[in-house]
């Protein structure tokens, strides 16, 4: 008896893990890189406002993919020499989120 209960607490325990990291996968696959990045940073990175570096901007992004993507992000949550905004004034959007919201601006400025 005491085995089976041991089984079963481990059976609820599989399901939790299973369905965390599904509803984690459905989570990504609905957000939407462009999207948040049109609201959140194409004010500043989609014209150069306070000297941002434009998306679309080959060399720019080239110099600063050196610091490496885990970089980038950081800086992109952190903000950057008070000039760019800490979350990229997307106080909604997780670390993984921003993450895919750089990937994003870096594959738009190849
Ligand atoms: C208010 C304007 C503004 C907004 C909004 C903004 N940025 Fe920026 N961002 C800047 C400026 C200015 C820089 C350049 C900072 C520097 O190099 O001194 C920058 C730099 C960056 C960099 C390069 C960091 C580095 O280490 O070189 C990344 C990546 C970035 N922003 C991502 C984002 C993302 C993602 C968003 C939206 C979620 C966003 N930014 C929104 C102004 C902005």
């Not at 004010?43 to 600063?64: K, L, N």
């Not at 950081?74 to 004034?89: E, K």
């Amino acid at each position: 008896m005491y085995l089976t209960g041991i089984a079963r607490v481990a059976a609820i325990m599989m399901m939790g893990l299973l369905f965390s990291s599904y509803s984690f996968a459905a989570e990504e696959a609905s957000f939407d890189a462009a999207a948040a990045y049109q609201n959140s940073c194409f004010a500043c990175h989609g014209t150069g406002a306070a000297h941002a570096p434009e998306v679309g901007d080959v060399i720019e992004w080239e110099i600063r993919a050196e610091k490496g993507l885990d970089a980038l992000v950081q800086n992109t949550i952190n903000g950057l020499n008070g000039v760019m905004p800490t979350r990229g004034l997307c106080r909604d959007c997780s670390d993984e989120q921003l993450k895919a919201i750089v990937e994003f601006m870096l594959e738009s400025s190849q």
